[in-house]
């Protein structure tokens, strides 16, 4: 279950996110993350479907409850290891082809894999 806690929903979060977070693009979705210290460990999550790209408000809510639910499976998986106590992710999807979303769960992983395995955000040079 996707609870209110795991969406990044502050301005403030989010304006922090996109000017100081990395970037990574894995076609059709781009991620910018960021990692921050906190009290617990934990992950926030944004998505963002583009009504320029995916016209239909039935597609958009398809795209983000698949990328929900892979990211869901991922972080159970690979999120104990982490090193950061909070991470911050946001997922822009953006190709036109809303159709081929499991066909593009593959570059999601991919690109969860790279985001969750750049560790701290300073030892990654990919910013886009």
């Given at each position: 279950?996707?609870?209110?806690?795991?969406?990044?929903?502050?301005?403030?979060?989010?304006?922090?996110?996109?000017?100081q977070g990395n970037s990574l693009v894995e076609f059709p979705f781009k991620?910018?993350?960021?990692?921050?210290?906190?009290?617990s460990f934990s992950s926030?999550?944004?998505?963002?479907?583009?009504?320029?790209?995916?016209?239909?408000a039935v597609d958009r809510n398809f795209v983000k409850r698949r990328i929900r639910?892979?990211?869901r499976l991922f972080e159970k998986e690979t999120l104990a290891q982490f090193p950061c106590a909070e991470l911050r992710v946001?997922?822009?999807?953006?190709?036109?082809?809303?159709?081929?979303?499991?066909?593009?769960?593959s570059?999601?992983?991919k690109g969860l894999e790279k985001v969750?395995?750049?560790?701290?955000?300073?030892d990654v040079s990919v910013n886009i």
């Open positions: 279950m996707f609870l209110k806690s795991h969406r990044i929903n502050s301005e403030k979060e989010r304006a922090t996110l996109f000017t991620f910018v993350w960021q990692c921050v210290p906190a009290a926030k999550l944004l998505i963002s479907v583009p009504k320029k790209r995916v016209r239909h639910e892979a990211f946001a997922i822009i999807f953006m190709s036109d082809e809303h159709e081929l979303i499991q066909k593009h769960n570059q999601l992983f969750f395995a750049a560790g701290q955000p300073h």
